[in-house]
Nanobody, 128 residues
Framework: QVQLEESGGGLVQAGGSLRLSCAAS????????MGWFRRAPGKEREFVSA?????????YYAESVKGRFTISRDNAKNTVYLQMNNLKPEDTAVYYC????????????????????WGQGTQVTVSS
């Protein structure tokens, strides 16, 4: 099982930017879809973004972050990133990185149950 560690969270004003990193260890993530999820206070964890194992241009976003967030991966560094621009107070949440349970998944499906390895999360707080 791959171990994941998020970093880069913090406090930022509305309109600001943050870049989250997810460093993987234990095995290479190059053959796994990777995702970002978040849990806002009092809410269920929700999908934010995902990137396919076979190409950095193959990405998917929740409607609420489309056009503002960008997911990317650097397989040489075994790391996934989430660039978050134009942050809004409603983006306040704990952000979690996750790795797919299966290698080389071909279908586009990013349900929470598809991800078997999770990080501990990093807090993002956006002030108005």
């Amino acid at each position: 099982q791959v171990q994941l560690e998020e970093s880069g969270g913090g406090l930022v004003q509305a309109g600001g930017s943050l870049r989250l990193s997810c460093a993987a260890s234990g095995r290479s993530i190059s053959s796994y879809d990777m995702g970002w999820f978040r849990r806002a206070p009092g809410k269920e964890r929700e999908f934010v973004s995902a990137i396919k194992w076979y190409g950095s241009v193959n990405t998917y976003y929740a409607e609420s972050v489309k056009g503002r967030f960008t997911i990317s991966r650097d397989n040489a560094k075994n790391t996934v990133y989430l660039q978050m621009n134009n942050l809004k107070p409603e983006d306040t949440a704990v952000y979690y990185c996750a790795a797919d349970r299966e290698q080389f998944r071909t279908i586009w499906r990013f349900q929470e149950t598809d991800f078997g390895s999770w990080g501990q999360g990093t807090q993002v707080t956006v002030s108005s």
